[in-house]
Structure formats: C-alpha cells, structure tokens
C-alpha cells in the first residue's frame, strides 16, 4: 500500500501537521479518488483549528482538512462510468446520497444524508482525496485546478445566491451587492453574466469598490457612513428591487434592509449577525429575506461553464503543499488577495 | 344636493359621531359612486381612533372611516365602460393610479400614487362611498354585500398569503397555519382550495382549533406550550415546508421558525414584534421570510370566485349603520366572533 | 437456483407464453428485487405483441414484458439502504442513471441512459421483477399493490400531465381535459386535488361524463358534434385557459384548439394525428401546445401521498397470473373497465 | 383649427396619399396628442395596402398608416399626469382598456377591448398621432425618436419572445436563432443581454449570419442544407434547449423542430406555413411550442433601457415624411437594411 502526504488536525488551538497516510482507495461502488491539483485554504479552515466545528461535527482527530478541491481522476469505484481515470474535475464540496427527496429534486445541499469531507471526513490539503461520483464536475480542457479550485466552495457559494437574485433581474431593475470582498467579488460577476439588471456595489474598502466597477458593477459605493443615502439616490429615492449581502455583520443587515425597495428580496450570504426587523416592516413593505447556503451539483457545473467562457475569474495566490503553514498565516494575516490555493 | 348619513372621526381618543354629509358624486372620469351593502368594522379602526395613524396618513378631521365595503353602483364617471349603476360590487380597499410600474404589472397594491378610503380619505361606514373603476369588482348574484364586505379587506389579506404559500405546495409538503382567528380562518380555506399539501393549524384556543378542523385543516395543535415539539413529531422531526403565520407577536415568530424545515417558506402576515434570527441560522438551513401586505386587484376577483361557489366563508354579526357604537364596543370587548358588519 | 413463473414474448404475432425462469437477483450495488404483488396490463403490451417497438428497442425475445408494477421489495444490492426486504413499494417505470443532467434536475424522464423494464428487458409479469434503487417508491400501509399497481405507469402519466396543468391555474380559470377514460380519469382526480380551476370534461361516451361528473368535474360536456359550441358557451365564448388532451386523435386537436382561449396553454398527452396549425394562428392568439411524457419519480411520490389519501382511485379487475391472456384478450376487446391486474 | 400633414390609406391597391387632416386634440381624458419624430415603415404597411387587413379591422378609408411611432407629447388629456408637453416617448402599438384581466395582470396585449393606431384607426405617418396615456413609455435623454421608433412593434416583438426564451437559458443552454433579419437581428442582442445561454444563429444568408456574429452571436450557421447536421453537431448531437423562429415559413419549422433538444422548448414569432408535427413526436421528446405576439408596455419599457444602455441597436434608413413612396419603394424592393423611418 503506497502513502501520500496529508496535512491534518491534530488538535484544536494546535498547528496543522504534515504527515504520511494511506493513499485512499474506491471501497464503494460510487467512489471516486482525485489527484488534488488544487486545494482552496478558507477561512473556516481557521475556525475548525479554533475548535469551532468539533462539537457539531464530532470529526475524529487527526484528520485531513480542506474542502475545496479540484484535481484530475485518479480512480473510481466499480459503478462509476460517467468520468474516468484522468478527466480533470473540480469537486462538489458534499457528498450526497442521490436518493432523498432533496437530492432527487435537484437540490442537494439539502440532502438528508451528505457526508462533508475536509469538515466531517477527511479532506483535500493532500495528494488524493476520496469523492463520489456525484460530487465530481468536469472541466473543460482550458481550466487548470489549481486556479479555480476555490469556485468549488466559495464560489460555488456566490454563484448560488447571484443566480436566485438573477432570476427575478429585468434590465429595469437594480440589484445592489453588499461586499465586494472574496465572495462579492464573484458574485458581482456572475449577476454580470447572468442578468440585465445595474449592479450597485457597496464596500467600505475604496480598493475592492474599485475592482467592482472593473469587472462591471455599474456603480460603486463606498460605504463611509452615507453609503444608504447614496443608493437611495442612485435608485431614485425608492431603494433596489434585489439586494445580495455578502457580509451579514457589523450593521449590514440594518443598512441593507434600508436600501430595499417595496417587495425587494434581500439575500442573505454572509453570517454573523442577527436580522432584526419588525414585522410591520416586513409586511407594508412586502419585503422577503431570502437565505442561501452553498450551491447544488448543477450550480457548480454552471458556474464552469463561465469559468470556461472567462466570464468569472479568481484571483489565487500559490503554495506549494509543504507551505501549508504559511499560507494559513498570510490568511490568518489578511496578505491574501484572492485565494491561497495548496498544490501537492 | 341630497345628504346622507356619516360616521365620522371628529378627534382622536373620542368617540366617532354620525353626521349629515353630501352624497358623493363621480368629479373624475373614473370614479364610481357605491351605494354600501356592508362596510366591515376592523380592529384598524379602534386604532385610528387611538389616533396611532394620524401622523402617517395626516387625514384632516372629521372624516368618514370604513376600509372594507361592498354594495351596488350608485353612479359612474364618464370614461366607466365596465361596470353600471345597479352592479354588485365588492371594493378593493386602495385607488390606484393605473400608470406606475407596479399598477401596469398587476401588482397594484404597490402604486407609487394609492390612495386608501377609510384611512387617508372618506370610507365606507356611510350611505355611501366614491371610489375608483380599478377598485370594484362585480360579485356573483348569490352573494350579499353584507355578508362579504369583510372579504374586502381581512380576506383579502388572507386570500394573498394563503395564494403565495401554496405556489410551492405539493401533496408531500405540510404547511403550518399559526392563528386561526379572522384571518387565519379565511386562510386555512384558501388554502384548502388551493393546495394538496397537509395543513396544520395551532392556536392557543382549543375552540379556534376545533373549529380550524371543521373547515378543512388536517391536524389541530392547541399551543399549550408544547406546540413546536407538535408539529415537529406531526412532520416527521423536520417542520413544515411553509408557514403561514397571522399571529406575528407574543413569540409566535421564534417559535415558527423552530417548526420551519430547511428549505422552508415563513409568511409573515400578522405584525407586532421583530424577526429576530440570527444569519447564519438562516444561510444554514436556507430559509426564507416572505412578507405579506393586503391582495391585489386580482387577487380580490379570485376571492370573490372562492366566495360564490361557498368554498370561503366567514362569520359575520351585522348591525344596523346607526348602532355603529355598539359594533364598535363588541369589537373592542372581543365579544364578536367572525366579523362585524355595519348595514346601512 | 430457484426459479419463478413469467409471461414472456416469444415471437411477434404470437401469443404470450408462460414459462419457468431463474428469479432475479441484485448483481449491482443499487439493484433492488421486487416480488410483484400487482402488474397492470397496459395497451402498450398490445403494441410489443403486434411487433410496433421490436425495431426501437432492439429487445431480445424472449422477454417477460409488463411495465406497472407493485409489490414487496425482495431483496437489494449491497449500496441499498433506503428500503428494505418486505417494503411495500410502487416501481417507477425507468432505472435511470442518477447522474446525467437530466437526472441531477429531477428530470428523471429524460435521462440520457435509462433502460425500460417490460419494454426493453425483463418486465413484471411474473413473479419477481429487477429494478434499481432509483425506482421504487414506499407506499402507504393502506394500500395495496393490486390495487395502485396501474399507478405506475398510466396514473403516473396523467398526474404528471395534470399536474403541470394545474400550475397556472387560478379560481379565475377553467381547465378541458379531453377524453375520461383511464388516464383522464386519474388526471381529472389530480386537478381537482391540485387545481381550484373549473374542470370541463369532454368524452364521446356519456357514460364517461357522468362518472367524470361523478369524481370531481364541474361540467361535462359529450363529444356529439357540439362539443366546441359547448365549451365555448360555457366559458364566456373566450375559450379555456388550459386544456389537457389525452385523446390526440381522431380530430380531437383541431377541435382542442377553438377550445382554447388567448394565451391558452394545449397539453399533450394522448397521441395519434398530428398538430397542424397555422403558424399565423399560434402567434395572433399567443397559445402554446405543451408536451408530456411520463412523470418523474418525484411526481410518483406525489400520486403516492393522494393515493393514500383516497383523493385518486381507479377501478381494477384483477386476474391470477396464469389467467394472463384472459386479461389480454378481454383488454382487446374493450371489456376492461378501469384496469385489468394481473396478480402473482 | 390648425391642420397637419397625413399620409393616408385611399383605396386598396391604390398609392398613398399625402393630405391635409386636422391635427388630432384629446377628447378623452387619458388621451395623448404626440408629435411624431419618426415612424417606422413596416412590411404590414405593404400587406395593408393589398387589402389584407381590409376584412379583419373593417377599417374606414381613408385613414392614416404607421403603426411604429416615436415622439413628443403635445397635449394631454384631463386626467393625464404621468407625462407632460415635450417628454420624450415611444409609443406602444395598441391602446388597451387597463381594466380587464389581462390588462390588470400586465399582460395588456391580449386586452379585451384593444386598438390599434395605423392599423384599425389613425395611424402615425403623420405629424401628430393620437394614443392614450397607457401606451406612451418616455424614453432616455440620449435617445432619439427617428432612431427608435422601429422599436416600437419590430423590435418589441423581438424583445417580448427573447424575453419569455431567455426564462430558462442559465449558461449550459443553446438558444438557437432562426432568422437574424430585422427582429431576429434584435432577437440576438436581447438574449445577449439577457441570458448567459450561447447563441447558434442560422440564416440563409451569409451576410446576415457574418452580422449575427458582429453583435454577439456565438455561432453561426448558413444554411446551405446542411443547418440541421451542423445545430446537431455544435450541441453534441443532442439539439438545443431552446430554439426562437423569426422566420416561420418555407420549411423553417420542420428544420426546426429537428433542432431541439429532449424538453426543448420551440418559440413560433415568424409564421407563413404550419406547424405540423405528430403528437407522438411532441409527447415522446416532451417538447412545447410557444407562441409569441407582440410585447407588453412592460417589455417596450425594458427594451428602451436597453436601448439607453446601447444594449440594442438598429440600423435606419430616414426618409422626409414628404418622401413616404420612395420609402415604400426602397421597402418593397428589399433596397432597406434595418428599418426604413419616416420623419416629418
């Protein structure tokens, strides 16, 4: 049996460790093992080694992280027949069963039996990972894993939430993104691609408004305290007919709810947090408040489609494998622009 | 110039008065003179006499109240076509103006220029009462004013939750119904007619809940405190699909959201207390809060089909127009059950 | 190895053969093993007997043909954990592949690699059938599998159809369904669960009507000639906003067409002529011809839970297995009223 | 009373005539007088003339054509406040009730109680045309009345199907174009804008097809014979989700319907010859034909955003209102590309 490099928990508030284990193997039909030739570094990765994640997801120590992960076939399973041995893919960030009502109805995240590997099972800051058939999308000749393993979980988050935006967006209405951060950043120009609608972006960082407009916001705010004020005015005093909010925290929600025009829907991206509104609010204006976790399988297939076409980019920044420490560091840090991506 | 009777507002915090006024007559080419079968008597009318919409609506004093009424055509203005004198009619309770975005895509209730008799203008608790051609919708012949004014308004509302809940309804979803009073009593109708999915209601009164059962709900809860753990064992530990909630305070909005399933749809009609959720719990379970304002015009002509083939219908108490104080009394004591009816 | 009886085809232009053969066993992880405690005997057998599929699906005789199946799962393969030995379960008609897009959108139907049981491999008259995990769906313990086992197939097809229908249906509108024998009688059970719409049924045999009448239409109407003057009277002179055809020949489209109001969507379901109308006449009126297939394995489930409920029933003789060209020839003589079952 | 310049309708098969009219006032309230800035000449202009409407509108001669209007409002009437003297406006082709369903659903084409100016009553070859308020959409500062006016019929058409297609295209769809003439050429920059989906465009000519690929057409297809094999080759044999004719006639629809994918959905807006498929084809594929007429006052009012925006262009031809038979000349001669304008 031949080893492979890991790196692992081994102990919360404890360094990551690199050490040898066993190349995994298909065992179930369905199995898939990817060779990893890009592994996102997030920041929920920090927060598992903060111990933020043990008790819900009760993972047994030490295990390997990482959950967004792109690669190329290294085997599969006896019932696989769609990808075969060499298709360059990017993997789903769940494994789901196939047969509950979510999954056979397209959706699922919500699978009522889905496995999360590099949260609850061992993940892909290694040199294989192991899937499902279900979890693996293949990628066009063009893309290279390590430069888009990000969009498998960050994303794949953004492209989820801007495509529900999207689909009520007519080119009369605005659309207003709130955080033009990792996942706004994304999400602005995946509304780009898929709606006619003007997109209004807010940040408090002049840097990020800036690159907002240059992958096509229509407008940028900075957002220096007048930041509803002047969406208000940019929307003729009504307010924007669809809102996504990418930061969820530190008073965005309240801000935000005020940029909302009558019947508006307000995406929730972002975390942290409460939304607190009355309930008269909610009912004379008619507003909605829409939530959104990550993307289903066919977002993701989606979301290749326009990495393929150039319509949605990531900045990444590389380490090599055996850098692991300092990659989590310059995150841990904020000197990342973009995304660290791992490379065995 | 002939006169009628008028109960009117003459100050807040005292009590109303009838008085003589002049009968309206049509000034612009689409006004329609109704003469009032019904007018209903609202829980909104203790609160404008508690003087609680004074500031928003700044409507001059006296003036005459009544936001839900129905009757015959009294008189046309000069560009009406579709309706003539002598026609039933039940009455949308806003004027609208026809021309903005939200009047020209059905979405009436949102008109940039609305005006609403009974709170910013004379109403219905009168002879008679002057509204517009986009307002009255013509009613079957096997209905009476006075037995479905009250529709015009509390049913309506009802009527628009109930319709936007059951969109997404299939034979295997559970929709939970919080409140069966007024509203929450048209509502279970309406959904009856509308949907196939198992409707479960819960109300702290166990007579409200017998009688939720008489009228179509699959499954009564009495919230005695152990509610939640109800439905969730009636759903399978999962909550409901959607919930309707024309409670909106006392706690009904913590308590709704632990009955929600992922993926779930929380309709907010009744209002009191804030929505108060933290985000990540809705980007976790991917929720949603829909809010619920008063029905279109549209959906008032589908009520009104509901209505004559008896598939809703609502208790009413009717009193003569100058017993108005006594309604109004019954009203504030919680003596009525169903609806107030004021019958010129 | 024990053995088991099926009808099989043996030659075309033959009759069928009963014949011993092994009993089916799971070979691949998600086969599932069904002992059939129902098989509907379906017009289609008719078509396989007389050679119309033998050049479409390549089928190698002999085959045990029989595509409506119900009974007890027998036996799994070794990744099945969703049901277990003794199940009482329904089995939808395609094994599909669970990965294409079709699949991974609850499009089942259209799956790029699905096989037919009863059409293009072993079917369900006999003792055991082969299926996969993907096809079975859990009944209720009311029901029986004799009784829904004709669900499965020509049920299915009518709830898919009606349910689509039902979609844009409003109290306002009314819906034709064209033809009340099998599966127009399931679809109009299905739109008057699903549907608050007016249900206009039109049918050649007044016996047909009257029972329409009897399960839920508001209005019947006997094909005598008339039937286009009728339908119009009876909705305004405007035509129906929907109409469900599961007729398809005969001239029934032509006629379907004037039925049908502006913006009228025509299901298809039933098939024989051709649709041919003027380009001229689609665009002047706006109206859309809508085709439907089979239901998915999401709308089986939903058939299931009416079923349970006693909202769709459908009449059933039933006849021992070895009585199976009784079955044949009294389906071939139109002596069949509802379904014949054929039973193990 | 001041009079104006009209070019009318005097007979059948006969020339237009330029005469003397009095200039149109309001009479009604909702009426708008606009000054016209361009009108577009159509090829309804030239059927008109041969006398195929004559039955159909009953329309009295002589009286005024031009039914594709821009300009500037001079007079209003009584009730009229949403635009006032000099706005700036294009003007949608019929003038609708505002008070039956359809028009209160925002579906106001298929009103009940419509006219059409330049077609069954006064039209805009004209210095000054009479409509109503409901039909007059104020257009951008940077837009030009003899630049748009084309769009007012031509290009709405185009706008309201590749609207309605764009619905379900995400960006693993084909749209396929058939016919980039003068709608099909708005057709493309509409679902451009639109939709993510890629865009195979086929036409006859290579001109027209070169220019599809101008203005953001991903493929195209001459079709030389060959159009079907080639739409099947550039969708891996599969067909194209959705498929919009703009042309309708000399086999389009039978090339087309071999074009479209399982599920497909095929939109008629060209028409000539029949749509004439067996229903076993549109059952066993499951696919819809969808009718498309002319867009609503909401979907003029998106096209001119944009057309603000510069999403939407058009080539002209302007011709002096004086020169009306040289543009019906040039037009019958197929001596125009885009859209020949008439300005006064």
Chains 1, 2, 3, 4 share one sequence.
């Not at 049996?1 to 102990?11: D, I, L």
């Not at 099972?121 to 893309?143: F, P, Q, W």
């Not at 005093?237 to 909010?245: N, Q, S």
Request: proline share 3%; hydrophobic share 40%; aromatic share 4%.
């Amino acid at each position: 049996m031949s080893t492979m490099r890991a790196v692992q928990v081994v102990g919360y508030h404890q360094h990551l460790e690199m050490t040898e284990v066993a190349i995994p193997e298909p065992t179930g039909p369905f199995d898939v093992i990817v060779k990893i030739g890009g592994a996102g570094v997030c920041r929920t990765d920090l927060h598992i080694l903060e111990g933020q994640w043990a008790e819900k997801t009760q993972v047994q120590l030490p295990y390997t992280i990482g959950h967004e992960n792109a690669g190329w076939v290294a085997a599969v399973g006896s019932a696989v027949t769609h990808v075969v041995e060499g298709d360059k893919v990017i993997v789903h960030p769940l494994i789901t069963c196939g047969l509950c009502r979510a999954c056979r109805s397209g959706d699922d995240v919500h699978c009522e039996n889905s496995q999360f590997p590099g949260i609850d099972s061992h993940g892909g800051y290694a040199e294989y990972l192991k899937t499902s058939a279900r979890s693996v999308v293949t990628i066009d000749d063009a893309l290279e894993p390590s430069d888009i393993a990000a969009l498998a979980d960050a994303g794949l988050t953004a492209y989820h939430a801007a495509a529900k935006a999207a689909r009520r967006l007519t080119p009369r209405d605005r659309c207003v993104v709130i955080g033009a951060g990792g996942l706004g950043h994304i999400g602005i120009q995946v509304l780009k691609a898929l709606s006619p609608a003007e997109i209004i972006v807010v940040d408090r960082n002049p840097d990020a408004v800036k690159l907002a407009l240059a992958i096509g916001a229509d407008h940028g705010v900075v957002a220096d305290g007048s930041q509803v004020e002047q969406v208000l005015e940019l929307t003729g005093g009504h307010g924007a007919e669809v809102l996504v909010d990418f930061v969820g925290e530190g008073g965005a929600t309240a801000e935000g709810v005020q940029m909302l025009r009558r019947s508006g829907d307000y995406h929730v991206v972002g975390y942290g947090e409460n939304i607190d509104v009355p309930t008269i609010d909610i009912v004379s204006a008619e507003i909605n408040f829409i939530g959104n976790l990550v993307g289903s399988y066919n977002d993701l297939c989606e979301l290749m489609v326009l990495a393929a076409r150039g319509a949605v980019t990531l900045h990444t920044a590389k380490y090599a494998l055996d850098d692991f420490q300092a990659a989590i560091d310059d995150l841990d840090a904020g000197r990342i622009r973009g995304r660290a991506i791992l490379t065995p």
